[in-house]
């Protein structure tokens, strides 16, 4: 690779990793419900699950949705289904500490990983870095470069997300702010689904 393939992917990679989808949207929701610790297997999650996903669809997973359309089809309305059960999960999270009722645990390590499956925007971002950033006789050069360079992004936009999320949490300690706010963080993630869901 060179200098300024670099230089793009890092851009690329950046502006991509902190502008808001749907990793960013549960990151800040879990981070104002349960706090940025809680939240660290979310962090985690996010952060290495997407460029363990880059790595196999750099590996050749790709090819195998190519030979089988109705897979990708398949896996499309899955993620629906399960995005669906994050938003009704968000909104109706309730803040630590609120009597009454249990609260939501927020999403395991591995449920983070999973996600990253489903996750449009994570697709989107891996194709396009590895048909943009690579070339063909330094291949393997350029995989571990995306991949490597999503984990650095990755982890520290993930953190941030988290951070902004468990900073509004001292401000929203009333739950009359709490509930209004989680609903359209969840309002904003089912928004996501519809370009996923137009193609």
């Not at 996903?53 to 289904?81: D, H, N, S």
């Not at 909104?91 to 645990?105: F, L, S, V």
């Not at 449920?111 to 870095?129: E, H, S």
């Not at 950033?133 to 997300?161: E, H, K, M, Q």
Request: charged fraction near 10%.
């Amino acid at each position: 690779m060179t200098y300024d393939l670099y230089v793009g992917l890092f851009v690329f990679a950046a502006i991509m990793a902190f502008t808001p989808g749907p990793n960013n949207t549960i990151l800040m929701a879990s981070g104002i419900a349960h706090g940025f610790r809680a939240t660290l297997p979310v962090v985690f999650g996010v952060a290495l699950g997407f460029p363990f996903q880059a790595l196999c669809i750099g590996l050749g997973l790709g090819k195998i949705f190519e030979l089988w359309p109705v897979l990708l089809t398949v896996l499309k309305y899955a993620g629906a289904v399960y995005m669906l059960w994050l938003c009704w999960k968000i909104a109706t999270d309730k803040p630590k500490g609120e009597q009454g009722g249990e609260q939501a645990k927020p999403l395991s390590f591995l449920q983070a990983m999973a996600f990253q499956w489903v996750n449009p925007k994570a697709w989107i971002m891996a194709i396009t870095a590895l048909t943009t950033y690579t070339i063909p006789g330094f291949y393997w050069i350029g995989l571990a470069t995306v991949v490597g360079t999503f984990v650095f992004t990755g982890i520290t936009s993930a953190s941030t997300w988290a951070g902004f999320g468990a900073g509004l949490k001292a401000l929203l300690t009333d739950p009359r702010w709490f509930r209004p706010i989680n609903i359209s963080l969840a309002l904003l993630l089912l928004v996501s689904l519809v370009p996923m869901l137009r193609h």
